[in-house]
């Protein structure tokens, strides 16, 4: 019998084979939190809902968020371009 190890995220119980990719995601999870925090602190009203998707959305999107920080805003909107391309693209290949 093989034995094959595993890591488990605390926060939402996900697998992983790789130590570092379970990390990785351990650490962007934690950031997403403290985001979700941080705006459940500063806007008054907003749901717990919305403020966990927005700390997610950020956190996953850190480093062009960190980019748009350091003057390039453009930075932010090229994931949701390329989407669109390629949106396009498959309908005109229909």
Known sequence: MAVVAVWKCD????MFDDKKAAE?????LELAANITQLIETQIEGISEEHSEAIGLLLAERRDQLA????????????????????????????
Do not use: F
């Open 11 to 14: 926060r939402d119980g996900k």
């Open 24 to 28: 990785a995601h351990d650490k962007l």
């Open 67 to 94: 980019k748009a920080c350091k003057g390039k805003p453009e930075a932010l909107l090229e994931e949701v371009e390329n989407s669109n391309e390629n949106v396009t693209h498959l309908a005109s290949n229909q």
